[in-house]
């Protein structure tokens, strides 16, 4: 049974940073790409950073570019967000999602995280 658990949100102020972390098991992590999104109230699902099965290549959203760094340990199966000059607008639900390299049908969802960025 695949699991992908995240952890490390919470409440932030403006300007401060998080580190979100997801754990996946039941699969061959390092054969998946793995993804953060989030959500937040009336918005559609939003792609926020994403990493290649190796590693090699990552993207991420405009709004997100040089304040967030996606990467990955394939030693310990999880995939990390650090988030940076957090803002206002970053306040969402994180997800973690894992998804084939080959086999594109294979894709896994965690359950979420909340980041709430505040004064």
């Known amino acids: 049974q695949v699991q992908l658990v995240e952890s490390g949100g919470g409440l932030v102020q403006p300007g401060g940073s998080l580190r979100l972390s997801c754990a996946a098991s039941g699969l061959i992590f390092s054969r998946y790409d793995m993804s953060w999104y989030r959500q937040s109230p009336g918005k559609e699902r939003e792609l926020v950073a994403a990493v290649t099965s190796a590693g090699g290549d990552t993207k991420y959203a405009d709004s997100v570019k040089g304040r967030f760094t996606i990467s990955r340990d394939n030693a310990k199966n999880t995939v990390y967000l650090q988030m940076n000059s957090l803002k206002s607008e970053d306040t969402a639900v994180y997800l973690c999602?894992?998804?084939?390299?080959?086999?594109?049908?294979?894709?896994?969802w965690g359950q979420g995280t909340q980041v709430t960025v505040s004064s």
């Open positions: 999602n894992a998804r084939h390299s080959v086999l594109r049908s294979l894709d896994y």
